[in-house]
């Protein structure tokens, strides 16, 4: 939509940027009858949860940088008529490894007594299977106590210790550092190491970390859906933000893309934001204002002062293979291998030298990643001659590779992170990954790697920070107010990953800022 046409003086809430959480918002607000602009900088709504063909002439829409779906309440999909669905992938994990000089690995999925008996094969016993067990059922019993607060006003630190009702459980992820459960449970390195990855995922920690920031990332990381699983979005990540765009359309609110906010000015009870679509500029004033950005962000469009910087420490991988490799270890077959977190170099040793390297100003020499194919538990995303010539996607998320190390050259350190991935991979393949990549129109490998400065450039990411800041504890501290989406403007609310609960594909942090408004209005 050009600027100005179309667009109104005045609006009760004006939400900067179209991606998922700022959809959400704009999809509860005008639903309860509100007037709802929503400016978006790109030329497309979705942010960072969208569905690209990355590849020149080849048919596959790949989920090119948010993937998988946990975190997404079942409640936001029914409370606004959603048009999606997630597929449960059968095999969690697959994780290979080299034993006594043998190409062995751990699988788990696929039924209790095939996990077990993965456990036994690479342990030698049983206790280590039974020590996950008692694990996870813990973890599991949290996810059901805490993950229907996402969506409720902030509990208080012991409304939430209350609410879990376990001692144990509430020291060991809320008191203590992570690694400290992960030593005195479990024996195996390469068990220990898949038990701290969720720890990691977009977050530069040791599993010692005095913070506990690692601690927080592995709480959203195994209570979602109250369950844990990680499911895999039908049609890609572009779906569901397609679905929330067609609601928040139906519902009266106005998608303005290539509308780019440079300005929010406020007295608390009105807003004027002022926005720039192409040569031309133009404000809107408001009743309330969402910002679907950074901290960073929302601190330069109010002229406040900047949080401390955020960083980004991860690889982002997506590729295009004629067909699946086939591993070292054969009794594993590649379909099963791949559908679930195939994880690479992630022993929990591999991942402490990892982070230490890294901490040093070097690339990790073993890098540290996890792989899944999407395309096995979905294929609606591949062109149906892909589908009938056996093609499958790959999506890699390397682990320990923080934005300060790109920053002599993002492109040449970019490529030899790339190689040395792949190398991990490889050792643990029958064949070279690159004898299976498809090749584009032009006859070039289908494959696409994303360094943090990438997604800083790309999509506005602060350090290339995944979650916008370090994640935060799910329950109130000193200045998160009500819903955690409060600034110290009034009519100002953050409704993206950087609010309290927010971080992943959630939608939390926009219903969060809608109830908000809501409740302010009586509505």
Same mark, same amino acid.
């Given at each position: ?22 959809? &959400? ?18 030329? %497309? ?40 669905? &997630?597929?449960?992938? %059968? ?318 050259? %993002? ?96 939608? &939390? ?15």
């Amino acid at each position: 939509m050009p600027a100005h046409e179309g667009l109104h003086r005045a609006y009760d809430a004006v939400i900067v940027g179209g991606g998922h959480n700022g959809l &959400v918002a704009a999809a509860y607000l005008a639903r309860a009858g509100r007037s709802v602009l929503v400016l978006e900088r790109l030329g %497309n709504t979705g942010g960072a949860a969208v569905s690209t063909r990355p590849f020149t002439g080849v048919d596959a829409r790949l989920s090119r940088y948010s993937y998988l779906v946990s975190l997404l309440p079942k409640k936001i999909v029914r409370d606004l008529g959603l048009d999606f669905r &997630v597929r449960t992938r %059968n095999v969690s994990s697959y994780t290979p490894v080299e034993r006594d000089g043998r190409p062995t690995g751990l699988l788990v999925g696929g039924g209790e007594r095939r996990t077990r008996e993965a456990f036994a094969k690479l342990t030698g016993g049983e206790s280590e299977y039974r020590a996950w067990q008692r694990f996870y059922d813990m973890t599991g019993r949290v996810a059901q106590k805490v993950f229907p607060t996402l969506t409720e006003p902030l509990p208080t630190r012991d409304e939430l210790r209350l609410r879990v009702d376990d001692e144990e459980a509430w020291r060991v992820l809320f008191e203590e550092p992570i690694g400290v459960a992960v030593e005195d449970r479990f024996a195996d390195d390469l068990v220990r190491g898949v038990v701290l990855t969720d720890a990691l995922i977009g977050t530069f920690a040791d599993a010692h970390d005095p913070s506990l920031k690692q601690n927080r990332c592995f709480l959203y990381h195994v209570i979602g859906g109250g369950t844990g699983a990680w499911d895999v979005p039908v049609g890609g990540m572009g779906a569901l933000t397609d679905a929330l765009a067609t609601a928040a359309r139906q519902a009266g609110a106005v998608l303005a893309t290539g509308h780019e906010v440079v300005g929010i000015s406020t007295d608390g009870g009105s807003a004027e934001i002022t926005y720039r679509s192409g040569e031309a500029e133009g404000t809107v004033a408001a009743r309330h204002v969402l910002v679907n950005a950074s901290p960073r962000d929302l601190a330069a469009l109010t002229g406040d002062r900047s949080p401390a910087p955020a960083e980004g420490a991860q690889l982002k991988v997506n590729m295009l293979l004629k067909r699946l490799p086939r591993l070292r270890d054969s009794e594993v077959d590649p379909r099963e291998a791949f559908s679930g977190t195939f994880h690479i170099a992630e022993g929990y040793q591999q991942l402490a030298t990892a982070h230490a390297q890294a901490a040093a100003g070097r690339l990790p020499a073993a890098p540290p990643s996890e792989i899944y194919c999407h395309s096995l538990t979905d294929p609606t995303i591949l062109g149906p001659d892909l589908v009938e010539r056996g093609y499958q996607t790959l999506t890699l998320f390397g682990l320990h590779t923080p934005a300060r190390l790109f920053d002599r050259d %993002n492109d040449a350190v970019r490529e030899e992170l790339l190689k040395s991935t792949l190398a991990q991979l490889d050792a643990h393949l029958a064949e070279p990954l690159a004898d299976c990549l498809a090749t584009d129109a032009d006859g070039r490998p289908c494959i696409e790697a994303k360094t943090p400065l990438d997604l800083e450039r790309d999509l506005r990411l602060p350090g290339g920070n995944i979650f916008h800041r370090d994640l935060s504890w799910p329950y109130a501290q000193e200045g998160t107010g009500r819903w955690g989406v409060e600034t110290r403007h009034a009519n100002v609310l953050l409704c993206g990953a950087g609010a309290v609960r927010g971080g992943g594909v959630s939608g &939390v942090p926009g219903h969060n800022a809608a109830m908000a408004v809501l409740e302010e209005l009586g509505g």
